[in-house]
């Protein structure tokens, strides 16, 4: 039997908000992680007892993150103030910010692979799925990121962070 929906959010919000927050920056990642779960509630009832629950809500969160994006291209730009802070909850500790701002700057499926594999803890037959290529290719995005990372932020990731 399938647990409570309330207990999925409880285990795997953290992760699911920590991707958003990598993917999109701290700003729009509260909305994406709020539509991640809206349409995983829905959607829920459905899904086998056999599947691995934190990669499905990881490839719904990709999914409203490439929304956010989409709509963001079509917005106006963002005021210099914002009147309202972002939440703490799967906030980086800010002592890395230097780090973040690194991750930011990785290109977009680099820095989605390094979030999906070393935020999410997903296997690169999940990443791959997620982003639509192959495993080989998320392979290959997340060790380039890394490498990018280790370049911008040497000493910051551990050689053998790569497994």
């Not at 490839?59 to 005021?79: G, Q």
């Not at 977009?108 to 290529?133: C, D, F, S, T």
């Not at 192959?134 to 997340?142: D, G, I, L, P, S």
């Amino acid at each position: 039997m399938k647990q409570p929906f309330e207990n999925v959010v409880a285990q795997h919000g953290a992760t699911v908000l920590r991707v958003c927050r990598v993917v999109l920056g701290p700003h729009d990642a509260d909305d994406a992680w709020s539509e991640t779960f809206l349409s995983a509630m829905r959607a829920y009832p459905d899904l086998p007892e056999t599947a691995n629950v934190e990669a499905w809500l990881v490839t719904i969160a990709h999914r409203k993150a490439i929304d956010v994006l989409r709509v963001a291209k079509r917005s106006p730009l963002p005021v210099d103030e914002v009147s309202e802070a972002p939440t703490g909850r799967g906030v980086p500790d800010p002592g890395d910010s230097d780090l973040w701002a690194a991750v930011k700057g990785l290109p977009r499926k680099q820095r989605q692979a390094v979030a999906y594999r070393y935020v999410a803890g997903l296997a690169y037959a999940e990443i791959a799925e997620i982003l639509g290529g192959t495993v080989e290719a998320a392979r290959r995005a997340a060790a380039d990121g890394l490498k990018n990372l280790r370049k911008r932020y040497p000493g910051a990731i551990a050689k053998g962070a790569s497994s």
